[in-house]
């Protein structure tokens, strides 16, 4: 008899512990959902589009200064007053406006310096020489650049440091940024409003300072079902504190290229969740089925999603996403930049300013 209540006693024990951690979890995930939902809104779900409010930006900005981030002086000229500005538009991709450069970007000697320039930057024409890939084909530390950064989410939303990777892409407004769409869209419950861009971001280094959205367009096709083919968003950004200032004029800009001849010589950039500088790597993209590009290297991590894939140096033809989320341990792929990418970056770039997000 005593054997058999102690045996029932030790299986009522076990229902409920085990009970017990289910509600913990259940508490636990429901704790995590609700700073998830403190920091996502609505927007315009058929348009596919969020005006930002400029008092969440603005927090997101003063919480990445107090934390991860602090503003130092750029080294050097400013991006804007360097290079040769080209006046080739983003529909017809870019045209060599100079000689290709072909100096050392670091100790690593893995491709050819990557230098960003005021307007559309001038192209180096990697087919004609001056690229190759990496080798081996693995990731590996790189130089911080005006024109690339990492993508922060400060506050209580499971994702307080940077997430994400973005680059300042050419734009008439001279404020717009690229990334991902699963950057900036978390799914059945909306569009961030605690992002926050630091270009040219190092160890802590805000050498451009900190930008926030004024808005954010992503394909209404994401929205409604993440699909993969249309993982692209634009961020319309301002410097707050600072009315006026174009983030093109500080960190030059990426040409943007739709419809790319692929194959193509490619370059991924981005800032891994457990670093503090970016990483890269050389080879050749390729095209991935009729909407996805891929382009194949090892040690991409989380993080980079959002990161851009270039040609010529300055051409954007990709952003880190896509299939699987952006990759795996081997490839990272893109959503192909076509007729749809075009007329999100096309309505991105049209989108009338709010007067109350210009300070």
């Known amino acids: 008899m005593f054997t058999r209540v102690r045996g029932r006693a030790?299986?009522?024990?076990?229902?409920?512990?085990?009970?017990?951690?289910?509600?913990?979890?259940?508490a636990g995930l429901l704790w995590r959902l609700y700073g998830m939902a403190a920091y996502v809104a609505d927007g315009d779900p058929a348009q596919g589009g969020y005006v930002q409010d400029a008092e969440s930006a603005d927090r997101a900005a003063a919480a990445v200064l107090a934390g991860p981030a602090r503003e130092v002086p750029p080294a050097g000229p400013a991006a804007g007053d360097t290079g040769t500005r080209d006046t080739s538009t983003p529909e017809t991709g870019a045209r060599e406006t100079?000689?290709?450069?072909?100096?050392?970007?670091?100790?690593?000697?893995?491709?050819?310096?990557?230098r960003a320039t005021g307007g559309p930057p001038t192209v180096v024409p990697w087919r004609s020489g001056g690229w190759r890939p990496s080798d081996p084909l693995v990731a590996r530390p790189a130089a911080a650049e005006p024109a690339i950064g990492a993508l922060f989410s400060p506050g209580e939303d499971a994702d307080q440091d940077h997430h994400c990777s973005?680059?300042?892409?050419?734009?008439?407004?001279?404020?717009?940024?690229?990334?991902?769409?699963?950057?900036?869209?978390?799914?059945?419950?909306?569009?961030?409003?605690?992002?926050?861009?630091?270009?040219?971001y190092r160890d802590g280094a805000a050498p451009y300072g900190v930008w926030v959205p004024?808005?954010?367009?992503?394909?209404?096709?994401?929205?409604?079902?993440?699909?993969?083919?249309?993982?692209?968003?634009?961020?319309?950004?301002?410097?707050?504190?600072?009315?006026?200032?174009?983030?093109?004029?500080?960190?030059?800009a990426q040409t943007i290229r739709f419809g790319p001849e692929l194959?193509?010589?490619?370059?991924?950039?981005g800032y891994p969740?457990?670093?503090?500088?970016?990483?890269?790597?050389?080879?050749?993209?390729?095209?991935?089925?009729?909407?996805?590009?891929?382009?194949?290297?090892?040690?991409?991590?989380?993080?980079?999603?959002?990161?851009?894939?270039?040609?010529?140096?300055?051409?954007?033809?990709?952003?880190?996403?896509?299939?699987?989320?952006?990759?795996?341990?081997?490839?990272s792929y893109s959503s192909l930049f076509g007729d749809g990418v075009r007329a999100l970056y096309e309505r991105a770039a049209a989108a009338p300013h709010d007067p109350k997000d210009t300070g």
């Open 214 to 252: 004024t808005r954010v367009d992503v394909d209404p096709r994401w929205i409604e079902d993440q699909d993969p083919d249309f993982d692209v968003a634009f961020l319309r950004v301002r410097r707050p504190g600072h009315p006026g200032e174009r983030l093109e004029e500080a960190t030059g």
């Open 10 to 26: 030790v299986r009522v024990t076990l229902l409920v512990g085990v009970g017990c951690a289910v509600l913990i979890g259940c």
């Open 166 to 200: 973005a680059s300042v892409v050419h734009s008439p407004g001279g404020d717009l940024v690229a990334t991902a769409a699963h950057c900036v869209y978390r799914g059945f419950l909306g569009f961030r409003t605690n992002l926050a861009f630091v270009p040219g």
């Open 98 to 114: 100079g000689a290709p450069d072909t100096g050392a970007r670091d100790a690593g000697g893995s491709g050819p310096a990557a």
């Open 273 to 331: 969740n457990a670093t503090e500088y970016p990483v890269e790597c050389f080879n050749t993209a390729r095209a991935e089925g009729p909407a996805q590009l891929r382009l194949d290297c090892a040690d991409v991590p989380d993080g980079t999603s959002g990161g851009p894939v270039l040609t010529d140096a300055h051409t954007l033809i990709g952003v880190v996403g896509g299939r699987d989320g952006g990759g795996d341990e081997e490839t």
């Open 263 to 269: 194959p193509a010589p490619a370059r991924v950039v």
